[in-house]
């Protein structure tokens, strides 16, 4: 799920530390974009980790279900089986 190109923007406050906003402001202008621009990247990269993370752990669960592991396994079987393999 993809941030639209022309979304609103809501502008927030935060307190970062001198050295921080240094290196950001460094990587920004190596990108040739605004620091806004660097900050909301870095945001959004980390929020879709999140999500990915989120993702990860709710497949290894339903996996984990021992149901779900010994019919995966016998699709497995039923499907070398047919194939020759």
């Known amino acids: 799920m993809g941030i639209p ?3 609103k923007v809501k502008k927030f406050a935060i307190s970062v530390p001198s050295p921080v906003m240094a290196l950001v402001d460094k990587a920004a202008k190596k990108r040739r974009i605004t620091r806004s621009g660097f900050i909301s990247q870095v945001l959004r990269i980390c929020a ?3 999500a990915d ?3 990860s752990r709710k ?8 149901g779900i592991a010994a019919e ?4 497995a079987d039923d ?3 047919l194939s020759g393999w």
């Open 5 to 7: 190109a022309r979304s």
């Open 59 to 66: 497949i290894d669960a339903f996996f984990s279900d021992p």
């Open 72 to 75: 995966q396994k016998k699709a």
């Open 48 to 50: 879709q980790a999140e």
């Open 53 to 55: 993370e989120e993702m």
């Open 79 to 81: 499907f070398l089986a």
